[in-house]
């Protein structure tokens, strides 16, 4: 009864009611966009590069993490092949690929530029190479030798382009010196420009056989769903220890700084973002409310005269807040789904980002947790906001209330 | 044996406008025995308003004591005199002060929804006092769909539901056409007769006045005669 009479209430006037309703449906609306907008572009950050370069889980032996930038060659995996296999039988791992980095001149012709190399397995990089992209020519395959290929940046500023011969010379892991023919078979790009200056991407096997090894770097592994990553550490602690075997691992989390920055910023940005509609939705509700006290004044004294007590009147203004809230954020939650379905089949093109050569797709998904927080937040500022006039509602002085004309 | 409902006693009402003092009434004293039907008349501005409020426990006098049934009410609580309110006095006001939101029969209802009464209970209970006030119809309507005649019958049901001791009408006609005005006067005293409710209203219209047993004169906040 006490929600019938509020939900009537609360469509009195109409005009200001629906004036309220479309400050607080657009404001939970937002939230519910602004949040799953940023989750999708977070979601696709954190995939391209878990996808184009770090994987879920890297593997090395101990110490590379911490030296291996200064002694690139003093902490390898000895057995590697061994070691792949034994991995390949846990649950939850889609694939092991090898890496093995070292620097080197690449020189055609007269020119020659400093490269970083990083030595991969063709076969095994099918799920890591989705975010990498040709301008020209193709990626290795299975069975290539003696090819490489070039990042955009590294191509243009040695001049280099598909079919070239080029000369790779590097110190083998003894120190001694090596010299390579290779043929380039693509220019790739990636989602980060850094990489496509510096880089190009050779086989592994033709890798050490220039560095004179029959070891990698580490292993990157890709897991069948990135939810499933700690599952995966946990079974790999157990399985470093029950082995024996001196290895260490970083999960891409660990690995992406940029990626954490990023999200921090983000956070904050989100927090000022949501601070904001609150208000508007707290200013919005808690001026109706005045406004409606006000008008009703001789109302309240009337059902105080009937015998509603003090805190009965607070509680009646209150619930008609909250009803407002509600029909707004239930609105707003209806609205936001519509909208995220409707942008993302759109779809927002998005310019590059810092340190990013290409630009993507944004999209809008629908987070049920952002969808829960944005509603009961709405809720909450309706409470909070209709307290204060309610509050004053219910110290209203019956005579004078019932005297206001 | 007469009870006495009402005891007024030395009460003197100021209300202070900044700086200047208005006395609205000033050391009256009344009383009001059980199932009387009083008049209380009197120029604009005697006080009228303001004795019904001090009876009706909606403001507090600046002096004296009033004893309602027996119970002092100078120092309730707000809670204690909602309570004492909803329990044993009824209002009807000169603008009917019905709630719009509600149909008739549902302002009938509302004074009921804190008692504990089932809702067949409460639906006889309505349907019996509309029926007394002489309104079968039109109750499902809102109030701004029916005449004042018709809000003030409405109005009269609400106070009458809950079968309060008192009833306190504060000119409950000066918004009706005359004849209206009588007609809702007759039902008041009608239902004074038959369920012995004791009613007090005020009212300076000379030719309804004699319906009242009693008539309590005053001017300036005082006892006039
Ligand atoms: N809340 C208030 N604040 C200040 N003065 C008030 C207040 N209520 C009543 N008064 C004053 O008290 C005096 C008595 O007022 P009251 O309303 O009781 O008169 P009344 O007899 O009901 O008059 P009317 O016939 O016009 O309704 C008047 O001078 C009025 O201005
Ligand atoms: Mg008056």
Redesign the interface.
């Known amino acids: ?1 006490c929600l019938k ?1 509020a939900i ?2 609360v469509f ?1 006037n109409k005009v200001r009611t629906i004036i309220t309703l479309l400050a607080i449906t657009f404001g939970c609306m937002s939230l519910i966009l602004i949040g799953g907008f940023i989750h999708d572009a977070l979601t696709t950050y954190r995939d391209s590069i878990i996808y184009s370069r770090l994987g879920h889980i890297q593997i090395a032996k101990k110490g590379f993490f911490k030296e291996g930038t200064i002694k690139p060659f003093d902490y390898m995996i000895d057995n590697p092949e061994e070691l792949r296999e034994a991995l390949d039988s846990l649950d939850h791992i889609e694939r092991i690929t090898p890496r093995l980095q070292f620097v080197g001149l690449l020189s055609k012709g007269e020119t020659t530029f400093p490269f970083l190399a990083e030595g991969i397995d063709p076969a095994g990089e099918k799920s890591l190479s989705s975010y990498i992209e040709f301008e020209k020519g193709e990626n290795l395959s299975k069975g290539d030798n003696y090819t490489i290929i070039l990042g955009k940046g590294l191509a243009r500023a040695i001049g280099a382009d598909v079919g070239d011969d080029m000369i790779i010379l590097t110190n083998t892991i003894e120190g001694g010196m090596n010299a390579l023919d290779v043929k380039v078979k693509g220019i790739f790009y990636t989602s980060s420009k850094e990489y496509d200056d510096h880089f190009l991407r050779i086989p592994v096997r033709t890798a050490q056989y220039l560095l004179q090894t029959e070891k990698v770097q580490k292993f990157i592994v890709i897991l069948d769903k990135t939810a499933n990553l700690k599952k995966v550490t946990n079974r790999l602690d157990d399985f470093f220890v029950k082995n024996n075997l001196p290895l260490e691992y970083k999960t891409w989390f660990d690995l992406a700084e940029f990626y954490n920055k990023l999200v921090a910023v983000y956070e904050r940005q989100l927090k000022v973002i949501n601070i904001i509609i609150y208000i508007i939705v707290i200013l919005s509700i808690s001026n109706t409310m005045s406004m409606a006290i006000f008008e009703r004044t ?2 309240i ?10 805190h009965e009147v607070l509680f009646l203004f209150i619930l008609e807040g909250a009803v407002l809230g509600a029909i707004g954020s239930l609105l707003g939650i209806g609205g936001g789904i519509f909208f995220a379905h409707l942008i993302s089949w759109i779809g927002i093109p998005m310019p590059p980002g810092p340190g990013i050569s290409v630009g993507w797709i944004g999209k809008i998904a629908v987070v049920p947790a952002v969808v829960c927080i944005s509603f009961f937040l709405c809720m909450i500022s309706a409470v909070i906001s209709s307290f204060y006039p309610a509050f004053k509602a219910s110290r209203l ?3 004078e209330a ?2 206001y004309v | 044996m007469p009870v006495k409902v009402v005891e007024v006693k030395e009460v003197t009402k100021d209300f202070y406008l900044g700086k200047t003092v208005i006395q609205a009434l000033w050391k009256l004293s009344i009383n009001v025995e059980d199932g009387e039907f009083i008049a209380i008349a009197g120029p604009s501005g005697s006080g009228k308003t303001t004795l019904l409020n001090l009876i009706g426990c909606i403001d507090n006098p600046t002096s004296g004591t009033i004893k309602i049934d027996d119970v002092q009410v100078n120092n309730l609580s707000s809670n204690r005199l909602a309570e004492l309110r909803a329990s044993k006095i009824g209002f009807i006001f000169q603008s009917f002060n019905l709630i719009p939101v509600l149909s008739g029969f549902e302002n009938v209802e509302y004074p009921l929804l804190k008692k504990r009464m089932n809702k067949d209970e409460r639906k006889k209970r309505v349907t019996a006092v509309l029926e007394n006030v002489g309104l079968e119809k039109f109750i499902e309507h809102r109030p701004d769909e029916l005449s004042g005649g018709q809000r003030q019958r409405v109005a009269i049901a609400r106070a009458l539901v809950s079968n309060p001791k008192i009833i306190l009408a504060d000119e409950p006609t000066a918004n009706l056409d005359h004849s209206t005005g009588i007609d809702i006067l007759n039902l008041m005293k009608k239902i004074n007769k038959l369920s012995g409710t004791t009613f007090i209203f005020s009212t300076h219209d000379p030719k309804i006045i004699n319906i009242a047993d009693r008539i309590i004169n005053l001017f300036d906040g005082q006892l006039s005669k």
């Open positions: 009864m009479i009537r209430n009195r001789r109302e004294g009337t059902i105080m005269a009937l015998g509603a007590k003090r002085n019956v005579a019932l005297r």
